[in-house]
């Protein structure tokens, strides 16, 4: 119990960590959506050559988004930053990297909104003149995001997930403040117990919200 | 018929294929204004793929279609037509409209932004009179009442009278519908042919797909029956439903019109 | 290009033992998974509130904390009640566990594609409700969530790097090691992204010749 | 960041940035700790002097260990100011400045825990060390001297993400022995008498593992200004007394460090 | 129709509410052997949740229905009658089949597997006869050409004709129909309206919910006509659709009957 009262201890150092949670994660996911409808634009391209070439290296990039860990990712985009040049700061480095690899997961979930749009949606705004990148922002994109809405809260609820592994570039948020602070006190349990609740409260809260959000659509 | 008139739409040797498949063959049709042409025949016979393609949502693969000066071309005789045919295709769709079996209203937008939408965005019109024509549309449709409700508020008959004065917003001389009562309750389908017959009387030129004889007897001036691809009888009516010269129109209709 | 070849050289072997340690972990947790996951999934469609809020609460705890957490709670926690399970088991257990709830919500969600009427159909013609399930809804579902279940496979493989805190040998560990010998952090990375990458096209490629096989059999 | 040229670092375009950047990794008691949100230790103290005497604020970042030395060829920071074993294969990369503490590597084992009397009785012991420090090396050789002389060698060695995972796991028993530097090792010890004793032979004195090694930083190859101006600054602080001040304080007891032959042979 | 026998379904003041909405309000029915009952009426009026009590595939509010002796409860009465229903249900479903709207068929099995997956894993019945027996029910409907072919390979008329052999394998004394057409293109109606007139001259009690007032009018010997959740009319086809006692079923049939 008495192992408790030093969560409560630094509690402040705890809740600073949670902010720049929250920070780095909505940072990246409004990035990755951008990065998401790109990718799903490109993949929607004809069958000319270069449109063709095109969706070929959205397949490849997309496959390795989702086949290789978080981590790996992080790094090689750290690395890869630096080599091309780019003088950015840690944590503009962990926010693209996390944005380029929630950007791969949105696509998909794009793809799969789009199936629910029916083919007759677009053609009826073709067939009243309206062109094609306003077809997809005004008619497609809305409704794909309010179909895929539980599929993009969850993406971003992965997002929040990932984040502890910033940690790496040393970005202070939840996750590397415990870990700082069980090496500092040699008391684990209680902080990793603080945390894991810190995030479920923030997770489920987020799910809970979007889901009464989504009743209230409904309804009308 | 004026046939001394220009025909609003004229069609030449159309062929449609998708791949190996040969969907329409050789259509010859001239359409002029006023007409309204009901098309049938059984199911598969290209009768949609037609319409489709006379508002460029189907590449063309082989003839021409001339809709007001402006033509699209088939890609077999020149792949460069498929970038000619989309230019055309911005000028073609400001005058023919379609209205489709399934409505396609826009779920996430109200029936006032169903009907405005385009004529804003597209027409860069001004908001204010487009608002005004829009309710004056609907009113002639006899949906004024719901215009702040979304589309799944509605029934089937009534999302479709909304779907025609969302088209009619456009100011089209053209109107094609393709079945636009089979995916109505029996209850509904009346109020909107009711609508069609309004739309018909006042003059519009339309194209219409459909499996009601009915309405196809009482409204159109001219009846096609497709079979195969082929335009296999194209005449008033009276001609068609009561004379038809091929075996395949006889066969059809003594299934349809006895249950 | 030198460098590079000098470097994997000296990193493969390490990243190849650490593959072995990665695919057990992987194939032994999705065990798990696909058991605690299908009985999970199950409870969640029973009528029995109770059972269903056992299933859901379990679900929830495991979707909304992150995986890296769960493990550090997983290796200090076991310890502190009692149970002195070796890392790679803690690793194994946890990773089965968090993976189940995945899996539970994707066999749910393929349930619930299903449309009512087949359901009906089968109760109208006296099929009782188990028999309906196994016999009917399962052969279904278990189609439709192919991919979502090859998905959420992969991301078990990929989750696994995350043991490397607990002292797992697995990949990741064997990479950060290679890392402290070469010093060329992104070439070592890249080599064992594409180790990850190549053991998840493979189970990609085992998914689509399910996936075959299985339009072939009933369209 | 530091600098964007893609030349060497000078010392004036430091002054001109205002700041030095130095990063490590603060879980190395008592190198360097965290206590609050603030970096402390010995290694902050002698960066602070430092960056005092070059009249530019320490930009003090916190790392993970594993990437660190990583991030300094990508320009990252401007000196890894972690502790860093000497080893060959480093300081074939980086430039190893001046040894700053004595770094061999040492066994730390539970408060009273008889069935280790002397580094010989490692057999079917679990030892721990952190993953890619130098330390895990000499533990490794060690092992395999040990096994070459016909003995049965560690039961297991396991690598933690950091020193202090393993000291609480040393505590709570689920490994036997913690190897880490000397230094660091009687800094723990100091601290906490009751928990943890080094492994030292019959008169008392620590047993060493493996021959003797040295802790330094490191500094890109090319910046050799910087690496010469913080060369200059130790030899300064152990003119002036400093340097054994500051070892009195966090360690217990001042030792002597040389400047040349440093660098063990490959 | 014999007045004298026992009725085969005897449906007792049934009602049936969702929530506040009442679908069915105070149902009095009885079905006799032999008879072919047409339920008609507009969308909403309660038709498919009437035949969905039958068979229990819904709760009932209130009321009772008696089948071959068992009988169904509502649960407004007594809460326990849940528990007794889904035992009388066993029962009751072994008499009464279904054929729906969508076919429902079994997309994971072929045309023959769906027709002998119930007599083989409800009855527990022999394979080899069972298959003897199925093989030549799907010959009655015209499909055994198809044993081995999947539900998805078959056009909706197919279907829906291998449908109504899956339900007649389970010989059921009395056979319900919810729309069975409704979701066939036009040139397949017939081919099953064609199998029902099959099964009605072989003597099967069926009762059919329909908007094929032809199929009503020449097959059915019975005609009951629902409205918000009534039975308004009931009687012969005669009396019903030329001489209709209510306003609202005049009103109804105006719209149904012509265009
Ligand atoms: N995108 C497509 N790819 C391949 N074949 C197509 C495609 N669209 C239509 N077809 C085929 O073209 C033929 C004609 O289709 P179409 O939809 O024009 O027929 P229809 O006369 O409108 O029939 P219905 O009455 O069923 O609507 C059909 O055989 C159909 O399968
Ligand atoms: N599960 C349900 N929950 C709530 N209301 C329902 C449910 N099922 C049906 N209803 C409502 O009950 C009423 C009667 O529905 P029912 O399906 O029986 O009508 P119907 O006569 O078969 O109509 P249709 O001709 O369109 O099939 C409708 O108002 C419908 O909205
Ligand atoms: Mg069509
Ligand atoms: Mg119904």
Known sequence: MENFNIVWHYKDLLLKGLGYTVFVSVAAILIALCVGM???????????????????????????????????????????????????????????????NSGGFIAEIIRGGLTAVPKGQTEAARALGMSEPKILMRIVFPQVFKVALPQLTSEFINVIKVSPMLSVLAIVELTRTA???VTQTYINLPFYIAIAVMYFVICAGLEELVKLQKKRLERR | MAESRKPVISVHDLAKNYGELKVLRKIDMDIYKGEVVSVIGPSGSGKSTFLRCLNYLEELTSGEIDIGGVSLKGIDED????????????????????????????????????????????????????KKKAMELLARVGMDGKADAYPTQLSGGQQQRVAIARTLAMEPEVILFDEPTSALDPEFVGEVLNVMKDLAQAGMTMIVVTHEMGFAAEVANRVCFMDGGYVIEDGTPEEVFKHPKSDRAKQFFSKILNV | ????????????????????????????????????????????????????????AFIKIFRCTPFMVQVYLAYYGLPALGLNVSAFSTGVIILG????????????????????????????????????????????????????????????????????????????????????????PLIVYICAGVLYWALNLVIEFASRCIEKHNNRVAI | GSSKNTGPLTLDQIKENGKLTVATEAAYEPFEYMDGDKIIGYNADLFAKICDDLGVELDYIDLPFQGILAGLEAKKYDVVGATL????????????????????????????????????????????????????????????????????????????????????????????????????CAAVVMRNPDDYEIVAD???KAEMVGTDTWVSWAVRKEDTELSDYINSEIHKFKEDGTLAELQKKWFGEAVDLPESDYIPAE
């Open chain 1, 179 to 181: 870990q700082r602070l």
């Open chain 2, 79 to 130: 792949k460069h037509n498929k970038k000619l045919n989309e230019k055309a295709a911005k000028v073609i769709r400001k005058n023919v409209g379609m209205v489709f079996q399934q409505f396609n209203l826009w779920p996430h937008k109200t029936v006032l932004e169903n009907v405005m939408e385009c004529p804003v965005q597209v027409k860069k019109a001004n908001k204010e009179e487009t």
């Open chain 4, 85 to 184: 074993g000497v080893t060959a294969e480093r300081a074939g990369k980086y430039t190893m400045t001046y040894p700053i503490q004595n770094g061999t590597t040492v066994f730390v084992k539970r408060k009273g825990d008889d069935s280790i009397k002397s580094i010989e009785d490692m057999s079917g012991k679990k030892v721990g060390t952190q993953t890619s420090c130098y330390n895990e090396d000499d533990t490794k050789k060690f092992n395999e001297k040990l096994k070459s002389e016909g003995k049965d060698g560690y039961a297991e060695l396991l690598k933690y993400d950091s020193f202090p995972e393993a000291f609480a796991e040393l505590k709570n028993g689920k490994i036997d022995l913690v190897a880490q530097n000397y230094a660091s």
């Open chain 1, 38 to 100: 790109l990718l799903s634009v490109m993949r929607m391209g004809g069958d000319s050559l270069p449109s063709r070439i095109l969706k070929k290296i959205v397949a490849v990039y997309i496959s390795f988004v989702r086949g290789t860990p978080v981590l790996v990712q992080i790094y090689i985009i750290y690395q890869a930053l630096a080599v091309m040049g780019l003088n950015l700061s840690n944590l503009a480095s962990g926010i693209i990297a996390l944005s380029l």
């Open chain 4, 202 to 204: 019959d008169s008392g």
């Open chain 3, 97 to 184: 566990m968090y993976t189940a709830a995945y899996t539970a919500v994707i066999l749910e969600s393929g349930v619930s594609a299903i449309p009512k009427g087949q359901f009906e159909a089968s109760y109208a013609m006296g099929m009782s409700r188990f028999k309906t399930m196994v016999r009917i809804i399962f052969p279904q579902t278990l189609k439709i969530i192919v991919p979502s279940l090859t998905g959420q496979f992969v991301q078990t493989v990929k989750d696994s790097s995350i043991l490397s805190i607990i002292t797992v040998a697995e990949m990741t560990m064997m990479t950060k090691e290679a890392i402290g010998i070469t010093f060329s």
């Open chain 3, 1 to 56: 290009m030198n460098e590079f070849m000098h470097v994997a050289e000296i990193a493969l072997p390490l990243l190849l033992q650490g593959l072995g340690t990665t695919a057990a972990i992987s194939v032994l947790s999705i065990l798990i998974a696909m058991v605690l996951g299908s009985a999970v999934g199950y409870m969640c469609l029973s009528k029995n509130k109770a059972v269903e809020l056992i299933a859901r």
